[in-house]
């Protein structure tokens, strides 16, 4: 069974930073894609990032470029989502996806 | 970048169809996916590869992707498929890939 699970949400003062992380299992882990999508309290979803089975390709939501960076380790079945300079309008419950299945997301609150 | 475009709400009675529509240019030439969602949950996909349905979610949920729409038919609708439903394409080529439509708040009269 395909598994996605998320962690490392919190609340973060405005211009802080959070790490997200992401657990995978239930499939070969390495020969897939991720992405990263949010969603705002009551809005609808908003992809984030994208990276590569072999992270040799790397794509960002405009809203994000130069202040979240995206990775992953192959060899521990994980992804990760760095968030830096981080803004009010970044609260979200960010989601770990792959085509087809999605985690229960994480929830990140930026608030003074 | 390529953009989806959904009616922000659809509603229906219990045991009528409903249908909900996914406007983007050329979406017949991309592979559509479909996701409910209920308040407090991930997305779940109904609908992937334009028509083809997930082991368990039931045969009442189909859909179709041709031209410039895509759809997603609901039938025989019951109070437990009211949620929102977002389209999705895989944007091939672009350096923005999953595009999400806006949502469409399906509401069971």
């Known amino acids: 069974e395909v598994q996605l699970v998320e962690s490392g949400g919190g609340l973060v003062q405005p211009g802080g930073s959070l790490r997200l992380s992401c657990a995978a299992s239930?499939?070969?882990?390495?020969?897939?894609?991720m992405n990263w999508v949010r969603q705002a309290p009551g809005k609808g979803l908003e992809w984030v990032s994208y990276?590569?089975?072999?992270?040799?390709?790397?794509y960002y939501a405009d809203s994000v470029k130069g202040r979240f960076t995206i990775s992953r380790d192959n060899a521990k079945n994980s992804l990760y989502l760095q968030m830096d300079s981080l803004r009010d309008e970044d609260t979200a419950v960010y989601y770990c996806a792959r085509v087809r299945y999605w985690g229960q997301g994480t929830l990140v609150t930026v608030s003074s | 970048s390529y953009v989806l475009t959904q009616p922000p709400s659809v509603s229906v009675a219990p045991g009528q169809t409903a249908r909900i529509s996914c406007a983007g240019d050329?979406?017949?030439?991309?592979?559509v996916l479909w996701y409910q969602q209920k308040p407090g949950q991930a997305p779940v996909v109904v609908v992937y590869d334009d028509s083809d349905r997930p082991s368990g979610i039931p045969e009442r949920f189909s859909g179709s992707n041709s031209g410039n729409t895509a759809t997603l038919t609901i039938s025989r609708v019951e109070a437990g498929d009211e949620a929102d439903y977002y389209c999705?394409?895989?944007?091939?080529?672009?350096?923005?890939?999953?595009?999400f439509g806006g949502g469409t708040k399906l509401t069971v009269l």
């Open positions: 050329n979406i017949g030439s991309k592979s």
């Open positions: 999705q394409v895989w944007d091939n080529g672009s350096d923005h890939p999953w595009v």
């Open positions: 990276i590569s089975s072999s992270s040799s390709i790397i």
């Open positions: 239930g499939f070969t882990f390495s020969s897939y894609s």
